[in-house]
Every structure is written in structure tokens, then in C-alpha cells.
């Protein structure tokens, strides 16, 4: 498995690098831009925390992209010539799919790592807003709160793309070569595993497990942000937990669909 | 004789389509196999079935005594008909590539290929010609010491320099513990390589045998007698 992951970090990282190498040269601009005002003798005017977040906005968009063509690369190894060299290979399916699990958590991290990175330099720099943020960046990053918010979207995310690979490989064993009838299968099985965990989901939350949720504060050492942040936030833990559960299930039944009825 | 492919009622259907239809069939060690007939025959079907790339409707199929999959994967050396490789790879990183994942990929003998194929390590995918894509993948099926060589429309592109060049190779690669299971439509230019052939239509094997065997009895050539096994497809075509 790691082979592969070697193999695919190695070659098929094009965009994503294209990508990384764009947001860095975006933050660089506005870092730059900061820098710029800050020697400015005139009095700069303040800058809001809203630039740094629409920073951080850009990077969701980023790795929305590339969530799309990481599905999109999937289907076309099901679909394309290429298949025949990843699914020819002597790996069971559940190495091939935890090659694609493993870069997804590549990437998922790498975004957050760079997102997180630039939204602190911006706001460090930027003019009338770095007095206020300095003092905090440490305690921030230092918060258990805010990192274990991340490893639940993180597991929540990882989850949902289980269930697309286990979408796009159900509707192509089921339905062959034929791409198009297969994406329309791929999508009603996601559409509809999706809204089966959250109808199941919203049944578990207010009648069984009413009232167990998470309790997190993961903006207390942000002030700055706005509201109330010191306050503790309750955070779903049902619904979570079996949607990761769900994605397992996915994860198990898309590697049994590759061994034993694949359909290049 | 050791047999390295058992075939027995083999059916594969599809949603609206039967690729196959209780084909039986099998592949003694050191025989190379003509698998011949027209366009939707099942050839590439049966071929995808051994290399483990589709699941078989119903019938059993062994490779070297096993079930295809990931064990058989590492046995069977299969060439689709069309380019698999990724097109960002130079021929020597999809050397590497196989090197890294096919125990039996010979480094060696691998760079003596693209010697005799006139290519060059370095050069990409993406750039090559057809033609010399088919002599890269070649070059990769050859270099492993597989137990079970699958190629299907292996000439597909080729000059006819270049076939000969491919076709010497395969002579010179064919070692007495493996099979080779061929499907080409240039029959004429390959016939006197394949020790048994099977002729399909319509996902039906319709005949098979030992291939001199079949041209003593029938008094002619194997493409003759293709010619005169899919007539019937050629007239209806026309």
C-alpha cells in the first residue's frame, strides 16, 4: 500500500501542488501587502479579522477542489485505461483504497497545516490586528479543544469519502462499462447512504441518546474572533460517530466489491 | 503436463449482454495460445476474467491452480489492448514502477528490451508514438518471468518492422515453464507461434485444438480457417 502511495504522491500531484503553490503566493501577496502598510508612515487603517478568514475561505475552496478531483481520479481508474495498471496490480482492494484514504489524510492535513499557517502570518501582520492576535497564537495553537474538533471533521471527512469510493465502485461493478448509467448509480448511492446516516442519525440524537454530546471549547484562546468564545460549545457525538461507522462499513464494502466482482 | 489455465463453463453476463458462454478451456505449461474471432467475441472479456480485472458470472476459472485475484495477479502478465500507463511516467519510472510491485520483474532484462526496442529510459509516455508505447508496455510485460503471459492485441500500432522486432522478442522470452495466451487479428503474421488455438463467437468457444493438428485435418491455414469459421460474421458484416 505504502508503494502505491509513494507512487501516487509522487506522480499524480500535479494540481495539487499547482494549488499549494498558488494559496502560498496568495498569502505571500497579502503578507507582503501588510508588510507594505505597516511602513507606511501614514497611519494604516485597521485591518479586521475578515481578511485573515477570507484567506482561510479560499483554502475550504481549495481543498473542495481537490476533494473533487481526488473522486474524480477514482472514477477514472475505474472507468479509464489506467485501471488496468492500479487494479492489475498484486494488492488486495483494501491496500488500493487505503492508499487513497492515507493521501486523502495527506491532504487534509496538508490544507489545514498551510490554511492554519497562513491565517496566523496574516494575522500577525496584518495592521492594527497583530497587537491583538500575538499574544494568543501560542495558547491557540496549544488548545486540545480546537485540535480534537479537527481530528473529528478530520474523521468525519475521511468517512465521507469512503462512502463516494464505495458510490463510484458500486455503481460501476454494478453497471459495467457503462459510465454514464454508473455515475448516475453512484450518485443514488451516495445520495441515499447520505441520507439514511442523517435521517438515522437525527432519530438517534433525539430519542436514544438525547442529550449526549461533546463538550469543547476550541476558540477560548481566540478573543479576538468576536462573541463569546471562552463559552463552551456542544458539539453533536452521535451522529459523528456513526457516520464514521458508516464509512468503515463503506471502506470494507468497497474493498470486497474490488476482490471479488470488479468489472474493468 | 502441468496444466497452468483451467477454464470450465465460464459465463459472464453483463446487465443487457453475455460476453461469455460456458467456454471451457485449457492452457497446458509451455503452450502458447491463439485466441481468435472477430470484435465482441469475448476474447478481451475471458482475457480480463484471467487477469483478474472482471468476476466471472458463474463457471470455474484457475490460473496455475488458483482462484484470479491478488495470488494470481502476481502470476499472470497481462498487456489490455489499450495504453494502461500513466502518461506523466517515463519508460524508466514505469520500469520502476513494476520493478517495485511485481516480484518477478526482471530489471535486467528490461533495459536489454528497450535496447532492442530502440528506447530510451527517459523518454515519456505522454511523448512516445504509438507504436513505441506498444514496445514500452512490451518491453514491461517481457521483463517479468510471469507463469502466465496474457496479450491482447499485442500488434496493435506496430509497423511491420517493428512486429517483427515484438515478435522476436516474444520468441526469445518464451521460457518452457510459462504459457502464453495471445489474441491478435493479424493471424497470418503469428500463426506459427501458437501451439493450440481457440476460435470464439459470440462469447462461445467454437472451436479449439492443438494448431497443426488442425491444419493437417482441415488442409489449410490457421487463417484459412479463420476465414472460414467467421464467414459467416464477414457476410454478415458486409
Known sequence: ?264 | MTTIVQISNLTKRYITTTALSDVTLEVPEGHIVGLLGPNGSGKTTLMKILAGLVSPTSGTVLVDGIAPGVATKAKVSFLPDVNHLDRWMSVGEAGSFYADFYVDFDRKRFDELLTIMRLSASQKIGSLSRGMVEKARLSLIFSRRARLYVLDEPFGGLDPLARSQVLDALVANFRADCSMILSTQMVADVERFFDDVAFLDGGRVVLAGDAEDLRMRRGASIEEIYREVYGHVETRQV
Open chain 1, 1 to 264: 500500500m505504502w508503494k502505491l502511495v509513494r507512487y501516487e504522491l509522487r506522480g499524480r500531484r500535479l494540481l495539487y501542488t499547482i494549488g499549494l503553490i498558488v494559496m502560498g503566493a496568495l498569502t505571500l501577496y497579502q503578507a507582503t501587502r501588510f508588510i507594505g502598510m505597516q511602513e507606511n508612515p501614514a497611519q494604516p487603517a485597521p485591518v479586521s479579522m475578515g481578511v485573515p478568514m477570507t484567506m482561510a475561505f479560499f483554502w475550504v475552496l481549495f481543498y473542495a477542489a481537490m476533494t473533487v478531483i481526488n473522486i474524480v481520479t477514482y472514477t477514472q481508474d475505474l472507468y479509464g485505461d489506467t485501471g488496468y495498471l492500479i487494479f492489475g496490480l498484486p494488492l488486495r482492494g483494501a491496500e488500493v483504497l487505503g492508499s487513497r484514504i492515507v493521501l486523502l489524510v495527506i491532504d487534509t492535513l496538508m490544507t489545514l497545516l498551510g490554511g492554519m499557517t497562513s491565517v496566523i502570518v496574516l494575522a500577525c501582520l496584518a495592521p492594527g490586528l497583530a497587537q491583538q492576535v500575538r499574544p494568543w497564537v501560542a495558547g491557540f495553537l496549544l488548545t486540545g479543544d480546537y485540535w480534537v474538533m479537527c481530528l473529528g471533521v478530520l474523521a468525519v471527512i475521511v468517512s465521507f469519502m469512503a462512502i463516494m469510493f464505495f458510490g463510484v465502485t458500486f455503481g460501476k461493478t454494478l453497471t459495467n462499462s457503462k459510465k454514464h448509467l454508473g455515475s448516475v448509480f453512484s450518485a443514488l448511492v451516495v445520495i441515499v447512504v447520505l441520507w439514511l446516516s442523517a435521517l438515522l442519525g437525527a432519530l438517534l440524537e433525539t430519542n436514544l441518546f438525547e442529550g449526549v454530546h461533546l463538550t469543547l471549547s476550541p476558540w477560548k484562546n481566540m478573543p479576538f474572533i468576536g462573541g463569546t468564545p471562552a463559552v463552551p460549545e456542544q458539539f453533536p457525538l452521535v451522529s459523528p460517530l456513526m457516520f464514521v461507522a458508516l464509512g468503515l462499513l463503506a471502506f470494507a464494502a468497497t474493498s470486497w466489491l474490488m476482490d471479488r466482482k470488479l468489472n474493468l
